[in-house]
Nanobody
Framework: QVQLVESGGGLVQAGGSLRLSCEVS????????MGWFRQAPGKEREFVAAITWSGSSTYYADSVKGRFTISRDNANTSFLEMNSLKPEDMAVYYCAASRRYCLGSDSYGCYATQANYAYWGQGTQVTVSA
């Protein structure tokens, strides 16, 4: 049984920063691609970022590119560093783990697809005040 637990959410002013963490337990962390998704009130959950099992490749939604950074350590934790936060970044943020290894020209689309992630955390709220 794989369990994911997010932490680090909170209230921040626009322009501020937060660092989210996702701790994975239960299986070999290094075998999973880690993804971050978010869901704002009244909207569908959307892809934010992903990092492959080796850490060699990262993927970002256009809306966060240049402001957010995804990373992972050699133990069992994935991180999402969020800078220059905007009110539109306010959402519940979820981390997810995938055993899928995406190849080819549409690897971004593959890693951005929620159905490719078998395990999900419970989410952490990020609130950005204007």
């Amino acid at each position: 049984q794989v369990q994911l637990v997010e932490s680090g959410g909170g209230l921040v002013q626009a322009g501020g920063s937060l660092r989210l963490s996702c701790e994975v337990s239960g299986r070999t962390f290094s075998m999973y691609t880690m993804g971050w998704f978010r869901q704002a009130p009244g909207k569908e959950r959307e892809f934010v970022a992903a990092i492959t099992w080796s850490g060699s490749s990262t993927y970002y939604a256009d809306s966060v590119k240049g402001r957010f950074t995804i990373s992972r350590d050699n133990a069992n934790t994935s991180f999402l560093e969020m800078n220059s936060l905007k009110p539109e970044d306010m959402a519940v943020y979820y981390c997810a783990a995938s055993r899928r290894y995406c190849l080819g020209s549409d690897s971004y689309g593959c890693y951005a697809t929620q159905a490719n992630y078998a395990y999900w955390g419970q989410g952490t709220q990020v609130t950005v005040s204007a």
